[in-house]
């Protein structure tokens, strides 16, 4: 214990904070529970962000797909089963916050996977942990949710607001519609009927949770050859809550796969490309299939952290590789409010630390994930503004990441899709790529500009860059994933009335 207590006084460094991961991790980093009644879940905050109000926003990392020893396994011997902890991922709830906050993060979420009756487990057993948790860290904020079983489908989150009835709600659609979550098992929760039911019944609800997709290609087996999540699921479930269902991972978690022998992602039928999930990375793919339909459908980055590789796991600590960028103050309902609506921007590697993508034309303008509108009586030339900050130390590897490239990728948008399994958009193209040579640096950033001539109907504008110089994110095989990194801007819109 002394050489945890001399440790606290000099502050950890990452290569220590790794080293003693866990509970000492958790003693050492967040320091003792202050003294007073045990911590209590937040009141309402539905108040403290209005929409369009950006005073005092910055750019904050986070990660919203974290996994706790409670996801754990069940002995369905019993009746009710008997839950145990720490089977498929092992770290304590304030473990993953002690880490988060080390490796740069501000927000993240606990997202642990459900089994029979675990809307209990997690109502009884895991928001007590998470409120301790939230105590011991308050630099970070930790929402409530989880890793949804979802019917008819693989994985999602669901985030659930920052209330004093929170874990209440998340119990309420746990129970009701979790895929997993009766015993004994019934097969009429997994059907996309169901799923419709829980879309519905979430947007019903007075505060409203986000829905995220998990490693959406990730049961895939070829290129365009999808598995349990299809483009018709993700358009049916957008056209009904569009403010709920909002996205998929662009990058999925398990980026530290091939450091075990493993694949990027533990995609094990068609590959992630760049670390970057096939329906993200192809250009004219599927993300851009919807968007050239105008929906606002966004894409994050996480960890998916359930077991770190340096302890035989496939996973990266949250925030130590992907990081998931949101334009907000540090408060629940901002970070929330920039999920549902866009402003994101996802890197691994910690590439670039800041990323600002702007559409402007005659005086107006619009950022990431807002619509610049122009008149169709004019000709309109519309000015394409990426500025970006590199990393100015080191990376959690010791690297010091250079940027090779930028391009700038712009689709039409022309309106639904009459097949709702579509997922090519072939209107999208890279308009534009950038060497150092073609940015210039202003203080600690660069900036490029671009002008997308006499627009005459609606588009979208989103960005990539790399470390590579891979004019295309190549399929991953068993490549270090620090030598291959990638960010990935969310679009800017503009509409032409």
């Not at 606990?110 to 009756?117: E, F, K, R, S, Y």
């Not at 590959?271 to 050239?292: I, K, Y």
């Not at 994050?300 to 077991?307: L, N």
């Amino acid at each position: 214990m002394k050489d945890i207590e001399d440790a606290e006084r000099s502050q950890l460094s990452r290569r220590q904070l790794v080293k003693y991961a866990g509970v000492g991790a958790t003693l050492v980093a967040a320091g003792p529970l202050a003294a007073g009644s045990p911590a209590q879940a937040a009141p309402d905050e539905r108040g403290d962000a209005q929409r369009g109000d950006s005073r005092n926003r910055v750019w904050r990392a986070g990660d919203h797909h974290v996994h706790s020893e409670y996801s754990g396994d069940f002995d369905t011997s019993t009746n009710p089963p008997v839950f145990h902890k720490g089977a498929d991922a092992v770290y304590p709830i304030v473990t993953n916050a002690i880490m988060a906050k080390n490796f740069g993060l501000t927000w993240a979420m606990c997202t642990d996977h459900g089994g029979p009756n675990h809307s209990k487990v997690n109502l009884e057993q895991a928001y007590p942990d998470l409120l301790r948790s939230r105590k011991l860290v308050p630099e970070v904020l930790q929402f409530w949710g989880m890793e949804f079983d979802t019917p008819a489908l693989d994985h999602h989150t669901l985030m659930i607001p920052h209330h004093a009835d929170e874990a209440k709600q998340l119990f309420e659609l746990e129970s009701r519609f979790n895929k997993y979550d009766a015993f004994p098992t019934d097969p009429g929760r997994d059907t996309e009927a169901k799923m419709i039911e829980f879309l519905k019944a979430a947007k019903g609800m007075p505060r409203k949770p986000l829905v995220i997709a998990h490693h959406a290609s990730r049961s895939a087996t070829g290129l365009g050859v999808y598995g349990q999540d299809t483009p018709h699921e993700f358009r049916n479930g957008n056209n009904l809550a569009p403010d709920i269902y909002v996205g998929f991972e662009g990058a999925p978690g398990h980026q530290a796969g091939p450091l075990n022998g493993g694949s990027r992602g533990g995609y094990g039928n068609y590959p992630t490309h760049g670390g970057f999930d096939q329906m993200t990375a192809r250009v004219g793919g599927l993300w851009d299939s919807l968007l050239g339909e105008g929906r606002r459908w966004w894409i994050t980055a996480t960890s998916d952290s359930h077991v770190h590789w340096t302890r035989g796991g496939s996973d990266f600590w949250p925030g130590e590789y992907s990081k998931t960028y949101v334009h907000a103050r540090q408060d629940y309902a901002d970070i929330m409010d920039g999920l549902r609506n866009g402003r994101i921007w996802v890197t691994t590697g910690d590439l670039i630390t800041s990323l600002d993508l702007t559409a402007s034309s005659r005086g107006q303008a619009a950022p990431t994930g807002q619509t610049l509108t122009v008149s169709r009586r004019t000709r309109n030339d519309v000015e394409i503004e990426i500025r970006f900050r590199p990393l100015s130390g080191t990376n959690a590897n010791g690297d010091r990441p250079e940027i090779r490239r930028v391009d700038l990728i712009v689709g039409q948008i022309t309106g639904p899709n009459p097949n709702p399994d579509a997922d090519t958009n072939p209107t999208t193209r890279v308009v534009g790529r950038f060497g150092p040579r073609d940015w210039r640096r202003q203080g600690n950033e660069y900036v490029i500009r671009h002008t997308l001539r006499d627009v005459q109907g609606d588009l979208y504008a989103r960005v990539r860059g790399t470390s590579t110089d891979e004019a295309e994110p190549l399929a991953d095989g068993k490549e270090n994933p620090w030598t291959d990194l990638w960010f990935y801007s969310n679009p800017v819109f503009v509409h032409v009335r």
